[in-house]
């Protein structure tokens, strides 16, 4: 079960890529719209090829079983599905930092192995902020974490290289509960082993308290604050009506649900 939670963008869950084989009911099986710190509500579904719907075909969109009928082989099937074809979406379109904790409490009880949030909560935008709080989040965090919930959050993508000593990442991915993933750039290839991270992938080391004996471990005061890095171009993306236009799209918000759904798997 994966939590996609999005800064209110609709999923398109008509697309067959949705559905196990032809036929079969889909696998977004949660659609809500929780904003204005309200509870979460059923949403209408988008007929848009959206932020948060790439997101998710990513996470688990799957042609495998001939969904598509456009493309017969194994390999051009594997090469435009998601990471977890088997997974069931459970979907949140939020805005404010009160959305997400409704969104969270919502995801955590439905039983979701793994929360994908490509986006900046609206209200909590404060990067590299080791005390900063914002919506009751930190302590739900804590909660999910506990709970068996991995809460995994693109890193962003605001480094510049004129500025590479510069801490970068955005909240609430530098909590210490929370996996923070940079993106790699495998534009042309992907040879992971020869790529690097992307230029505007965020990163950084983040200023922390440490003292007694643990301070001969971070002598310096800072910890790196990005967890992971994964694959953060593709193209041949899902488009508005059901097929498939060659898009290319990269960036933190979509190297983060590869990790999110691979750590759903395991």
Request: a negative charge; hydrophobic letters at 40%; aromatic letters at 8%.
């Amino acid at each position: 079960k994966i939590a996609i939670v999005e800064g209110l963008n609709p999923v398109n869950s008509f697309h067959p890529g949705w559905l196990d084989r032809p036929g079969d009911p889909s696998r977004i099986v949660s659609n809500m719209r929780c904003v204005a710190g309200s509870p979460c509500a059923p949403a209408a579904p988008s007929l848009a090829a959206s932020h948060g719907t790439l997101v998710s075909w990513v996470a688990a969109g799957s042609i495998e079983e001939g969904q598509s009928s456009s493309y017969t082989t194994t390999d051009s099937r594997l090469r435009r599905s998601g990471v977890a074809s088997e997974a069931v979406i459970f979907y949140y379109a939020v805005i404010v930092g009160a959305d997400v904790f409704n969104a969270l409490i919502n995801a955590i009880f439905a039983g979701v192995d793994t929360v994908n949030m490509s986006f900046r909560i609206l209200n909590c935008e404060r990067e590299c902020d080791a005390n900063f709080e914002c919506g009751g989040l930190n302590g739900l965090l804590r909660f999910a974490a506990a709970a068996g919930t991995l809460v995994v959050h693109s890193a962003g993508n605001k480094h510049s290289p004129s500025e590479p000593n510069r801490c970068t990442v955005g909240y609430p991915g530098t909590r210490p509960e929370v996996m923070s993933v940079g993106s790699v750039d495998t534009f042309g290839s992907t040879d992971y082993d020869a790529a690097n991270l992307s230029d505007t992938s965020s990163r950084g080391l983040m200023n922390v308290g440490m003292g007694g004996s643990l301070s001969q471990y971070i002598p310096t005061g800072k910890i790196p604050v990005v967890s992971m890095a994964a694959p953060g171009v593709f193209t041949l993306y899902f488009d508005a009506w059901g097929s498939f236009g060659a898009v290319e799209m990269g960036g933190t918000s979509f190297s983060t649900p590869v990790v999110t759904a691979a750590a759903g798997l395991l």
